[in-house]
């Protein structure tokens, strides 16, 4: 069979309630409306930080936050995906994995945020930055814990219930942070922000879990601790490994060039990374039915088939577009002293594509218990990341490193297609790449022919243009809005 075994390695019979198997209908719109208002919150913080900080200040914001998102890892190993999938195949043992999965990531939550504090206290040393740090740890404890509960809910495929609780700790979220940074208070003051809306989001995820689905035993089977962590392997180095990826350029350029140059290219990178939870809507809604197919892959072909060409239907247009219209947005976003950062926001916004299609790659690879295999490719992405940047960054700075990241993103895509085709044949996708490519190069040629106009009125053309030209080309269809309704 696969890689892991199932958790019942340790885990007995169920404790708590049985949840209804019948999986309500929303969880597309309820996903979406989620990660729509992480992505917003999120941008609106990066931007009003890098706004109002100075560039020094701003590198530290974030640097530090970028050394928290390469331990990501450590909390939960990155098990609220296996979670997520045992659940989807055993629901009426949720209430004893969200048990068993929340004391683990406390246990580790507490190793993780020292790890931070000491790591930068040693690199800076300068008192706020390195409470900065620990605050940041404890952001990214709350965080965890609220993804072994959101693990579980998608697993049921509820994602509704968590709505409140993200639309809650987001307003927090947001209000926390950009008070302080008007206000001109340090980068503590915004952490301290961070902390508490992590923490307002995991109470109210706690409390629809309860209310819903049953409370959560204060005991766990002999032996289940152990047995869950025993699976943290491949799932933890899976989750690193994407970070390095994905961060470890910014991490790179601190001790390479400095913080000024970490501000000049985290200004684009921190907005494009927060592109990762569009992705996510659509990988994590498909992530429960592939679980419960993984062992058809006549049946798992069409889900795939129809999860790529959405992610595609949302990335193409973000690519081209972005490289089109790369200047006036930045300026627009980060004000004129961030000009400068527009090529490195043109270069890393074509990794959109790639970055979306990987994304799904990997929640399909997980679900058919093959994580061992997604495990290594992050390796791979990782390693060749590392040793580009060594080069690249001294050389080229900020430019240097985006391009780094197009190419390890690209080597990553190679890889895991090649390892989802082994498990699903039949599955291709060059056919939807046309279909979306075709209206994406009109809707830029439309956006190109009115520079005139203020950049978020060429947006919104060309997003109208590219939606008409992507149904002329059946790019999308309405039986793709009948059959997401059904996720």
């Not at 970028?66 to 909390?75: A, D, E």
């Not at 579980?152 to 495929?157: N, Y």
């Not at 491949?234 to 501000?263: C, H, N, P, W």
Request: proline share 5%; charged share 15%; glycine share 8%.
């Amino acid at each position: 069979m696969a890689d892991e075994a199932h958790v019942d390695s340790g885990l007995d019979e169920a404790s708590g309630s049985a949840p209804a198997s019948a999986a309500p209908r929303g969880n597309l719109l309820a996903l979406t409306l989620t990660r729509l208002v992480l992505f917003v919150s999120g941008l609106i913080v990066n931007v009003v930080a890098v706004r109002h900080l100075s560039k020094e200040q701003a590198g530290v914001y974030m640097w530090v936050w970028t050394v928290v998102g390469l331990t990501t890892f450590m909390p939960n190993l990155g098990l609220w995906q296996l979670v997520t999938r045992q659940i989807s195949r055993e629901p009426e043992r949720a209430p004893e994995f969200v048990a068993t999965s929340l004391r683990m990531t406390w246990i580790l939550s507490w190793l993780t945020t020292a790890l931070i504090t000491g790591y930068v206290w040693l690199m800076d040393g300068r008192p706020e930055v390195v409470l900065t740090a620990f605050l940041g740890g404890l952001t990214l404890a709350w965080t965890a814990t609220s993804q072994m509960v959101q693990g579980a809910l998608h697993g049921l495929r509820r994602m509704g219930l968590e709505v409140p609780a993200v639309l809650a700790g987001r307003v927090v979220f947001v209000v926390a942070q950009v008070i302080p940074l008007v206000l001109g208070f340090g980068v503590a003051w915004v952490y301290l922000g961070r902390v508490f809306s992590a923490w307002v989001m995991f109470a109210m995820l706690m409390f629809q879990f309860r209310r819903t689905v049953g409370p959560i035993p204060r005991r766990i089977p002999k032996g289940s601790l152990k047995a869950l962590m025993g699976q943290g392997r491949t799932y933890g180095a899976s989750v690193f490994f994407a970070s390095v990826s994905a961060q470890a350029d910014t991490v790179m350029m601190r001790s390479l060039i400095g913080l000024e140059e970490v501000a000049r290219y985290g200004a684009p990178a921190n907005v494009l990374l927060q592109l990762a939870f569009v992705a996510n809507i659509v990988s994590r809604a498909f992530f429960p039915k592939v679980a419960q197919l993984g062992g058809d892959p006549e049946k798992v072909a069409p889900e795939l088939m129809l999860q790529s060409r959405i992610l595609l239907l949302l990335s193409i247009p973000l690519a081209v577009g972005g490289v089109v219209v790369a200047m006036p947005l930045v300026t627009f976003l980060f004000g004129a002293r961030y000009a400068d950062s527009s090529l490195p926001f043109a270069i890393l916004i074509c990794t959109t594509p790639v970055r979306f299609l990987n994304n799904g790659y990997g929640f399909t690879l997980t679900a058919l218990d093959r994580q061992s295999e997604r495990a290594r490719i992050d390796t791979i992405a990782a390693i060749a990341n590392v040793a580009a940047n060594l080069v690249a960054i001294p050389l080229y700075g900020a430019e240097g490193a985006a391009v780094t990241t197009l190419c390890t993103d690209t080597l990553s895509y190679f890889l895991l297609v090649r390892a989802v085709r082994r498990d699903v044949p039949s599955y291709t996708v060059f056919g939807p790449i046309v279909r979306t490519t075709v209206p994406a190069v009109v809707m830029a040629a439309v956006v190109l022919a009115v520079p005139q106009l203020h950049v978020l009125v060429r947006i919104a053309l060309g997003a109208a243009v590219y939606v008409v030209g992507a149904w002329l080309t059946r790019g999308w269809r309405m039986s793709d809005i009948r059959r997401l309704s059904r996720v």
